[in-house]
């Protein structure tokens, strides 16, 4: 059982930046592609961006250019760099753990943490 754990979101103006980490444990980390995604309200969830284990990387297209997904295998962490925000970009984050990639799915979810963007 993998557990994961975000933190770093929190109220941001628009144009500014926030790092969202995520540590997971209880499973061996190299295993696992890992992502993030988001959810705002009243919208469906969408997948905001994925790393392999060996680096392979995937960004949606509304985060290109302002988002960096990447991670430490020797920290078993996971990060989200995002710059240039926007109130779209407002939303609870949800750290994801996946066995395949693409990632389309996750085996596994974090508790979520909330990116306000104001404007």
């Known amino acids: 059982q993998v557990q994961l754990v975000e933190s770093g979101g929190g109220l941001v103006q628009t144009g500014g930046s926030l790092r969202l980490s995520c540590a997971a444990s209880g499973g061996t980390f190299t295993s696992y592609t890992m992502g993030w995604f988001r959810q705002a309200p009243g919208k469906e969830r969408e997948k905001v961006a994925a790393?392999?284990?060996?680096?392979?990387?995937y960004h949606t297209d509304s985060v290109k250019g302002r988002f960096t997904i990447s991670r430490d295998n020797t920290k078993n962490t996971v990060y989200l760099q995002m710059a240039s925000l926007k109130p779209e970009d407002t939303a609870v984050y949800y750290c994801a753990a996946s066995r395949s990639w693409p990632m389309i799915e996750a085996d596994y979810w974090g508790q979520g943490t909330q990116v306000t963007v104001s404007s």
């Open positions: 790393i392999r284990w060996s680096g392979g990387i």
